[in-house]
């Protein structure tokens, strides 16, 4: 049985590959993970695979284990994992209660990890694994600290992760997306005050996809949308880090 696994599959980037990913191919089921079960039953309304929902808080890291007993049940073949849960939020770190703060190192960093652990033993030559980066994944982000950090774990550990089996011609790849500013409901939790006020650039999380898709197919190893997000990039990497936090701070009028 062919399938995909989607995490973060009720809303936002989630669930743009969601319906991305099943008009592009067909799969038996598409697995579809989120925080509450209720969006992810709307999904089946338009999409032509069976989906199959799973309820998991990735903050509880009894739901992973769950996750690898259902692969275990059903032994299908995974074609393509997206890992799309994540959450953000912008505050000082030590305003931020250490709970939340775990919170986003386990569901953004940790699953991220874990689900692409447990998948592997599932996935043929052929298989992709997206996961979700951010423009933070290339900086430090005072601020959106810790929630920065989580996403430069998604781009190292991708781009390694990548090569290991390209080195042992495993035949699966591995993709960081990495977008900016993205309309879609994270801003609900993320921004609670004015901390972080300065956003560049909006886009849609069905570009995001469909750029990332692109990107895969090209053999790319992160997917970057549209040229302000290719030239902040590049400027991140030529000058300082200090210089780049003290700009990213003087927009967020912080410091
Ligand atoms: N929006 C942006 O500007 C932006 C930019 C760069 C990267 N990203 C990243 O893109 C990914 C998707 O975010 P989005 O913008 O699409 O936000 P979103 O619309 O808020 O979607 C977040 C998804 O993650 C799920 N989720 C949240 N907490 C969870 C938990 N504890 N356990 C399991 N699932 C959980 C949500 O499930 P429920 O709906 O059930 O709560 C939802 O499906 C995240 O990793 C985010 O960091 C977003």
Known sequence: MKIAVV??????????????????????????????????????????ARIRPFAMDFCNRENLTRYGEALKAVAPDVAV????????????????????????????????????????PYMRQGGR???????????????????????????SFSRGLNVEFRNGRRG?????????????????????????SYFSKWVEAAD???KALKDMRRGKDVSILGFNMQMQVLGVKLLPAGLVMKIWCKQQKQG
């Open 7 to 48: 995490t973060g599959a009720s809303s936002g980037i989630g669930r743009a590959f969601v319906l991305q990913l099943d008009a592009d191919e067909p799969f038996d089921e598409i697995w579809a993970i989120a925080l509450e079960e209720d969006l992810l039953g709307e999904l089946q309304k338009e999409v032509h």
């Open 81 to 120: 994992l997206v890992n799309a849960s994540g959450f953000g939020i912008f505050k000082t770190f030590e305003k931020t209660s250490l709970d939340r703060l775990f919170g986003m190192v386990d569901v953004n960093a940790r699953t991220m990890m874990g689900m692409t652990y447990l998948t592997l």
């Open 129 to 155: 694994i997206y996961n979700m980066g951010s423009g933070s994944s290339f900086q430090p982000t005072p601020y959106a600290l810790i929630y920065g950090a989580t996403k430069a774990f998604a781009l």
């Open 172 to 196: 699966i790849r591995v993709m960081a997306v990495c977008p900016l500013w993205v309309k879609t409901n994270f801003f609900k939790m993320a921004v609670s005050d004015k901390t972080i």
């Open 208 to 210: 995001v996809v469909k």
